[in-house]
């Protein structure tokens, strides 16, 4: 193009809209993070301004009662504490290993393993409510697990996790360089070891990713624990994974429903609490996320 088809009034005027759609793009993005934010805003001053009030030591080492003035959160924090952590060690190894078998070692173009990547993919839309009937029938009905107990609870929040961690592990192991099996296999690794010491901890932060999200979906599930009895009256905190016990988003939904409108400062209150757990948690998760990325 000529000097003077640069300085012509149409190309102007083309350069011009351009301008201008990049700035109504801008605007857009930017109206819809400062929507997200305002509503979220709104939605901790209101439960801070409903709650804070109410957060005591009382409330913090108590447990579950019928009076609105000595009920805690503790016996519902420990329940859902001791249900994330058999959460964690159920899902995380076994999405793990199955990400790596499916992305390194499986047979290429081979029915059974498409099967497969198509049953996974959709069990990570499956509505959670099916998750907590597929953990009555077969924790509780058929192998006689203890209802109500964060061992079940943590076995079908596992179920339901697990698809998430294999689809991010996957895809984190995907985006490993193939140059870096090509390294490792010239220098005379095997291939176990060009996946466990050199694919698997470049690909680890997405594989961290993935269970912060999974494991984020399952501290705030209701719907699979209503299923497996974790919605009962407990008045005494956990001892371990097979006593009786609540979680925290149980706990809120049971005091909503209260009649006693005492109780709207204690669900304000605990959900103060389960917002706090969920940032320590995902705060906890993205240090090791970052401690152990590796960069090449």
Not at 115 to 144: D, M, R
Not at 241 to 252: G, R
Request: proline share 5%; no cysteine; glycine share 8%.
């Amino acid at each position: 193009m000529t000097d003077a088809g640069w300085q012509s009034p149409e190309f102007a005027r083309r350069l011009a809209k351009r301008h201008a759609a990049e700035r109504r793009f801008k605007w857009l993005g930017f109206s819809a993070i400062a929507l997200s934010l305002a509503f979220l805003a709104l939605l901790l001053f209101i439960m801070l301004r409903n709650g804070l009030g109410g957060i005591d030591w009382q409330f913090l080492s108590g447990s579950d009662s019928t009076s609105a003035n000595v009920a805690g959160v503790w016996g519902a924090t420990k329940g859902s504490l001791l249900t994330m952590l058999v959460t964690l060690l159920l899902s995380f190894p076994m999405g793990v290993l199955a990400a790596v078998y499916l992305e390194e070692f499986a047979p290429k173009n081979r029915r059974w393993v498409e099967w497969v990547e198509v049953s996974i993919n959709n069990l990570a839309a499956v509505p959670s409510i099916i998750f907590g009937l597929l953990g009555l029938a077969v924790f509780i009905n058929t192998l006689g697990f203890p209802r109500s107990s964060p061992l079940v609870g943590g076995l079908t929040l596992a179920l339901m996790t697990m698809p998430v961690i294999v689809i991010s592990g996957r895809n984190a192991i995907k985006a490993v360089p193939p140059s870096i099996r090509d390294a490792a296999l010239a220098i005379g690794a095997s291939k176990v070891q060009t996946v466990f010491h050199h694919v698997l901890p470049l690909a680890l932060p997405g594989i961290l990713t993935g269970t912060i999200i999974g494991m984020a979906r399952a501290l705030g599930e209701t719907a699979p624990l209503l299923m497996i009895g974790m919605r009962a009256f407990v008045a005494t905190p956990p001892g371990g994974i097979t006593d009786p016990s609540s979680v925290l988003p149980m706990q809120i939904f049971l005091w909503s429903d209260e009649i006693d409108k005492a109780f709207v400062q204690n669900t304000s209150a605990a959900i103060i609490v389960l917002l706090v757990f969920l940032l320590a948690m995902n705060g906890l998760a993205i240090y090791l996320r970052n401690k152990f990325e590796v960069r090449w």
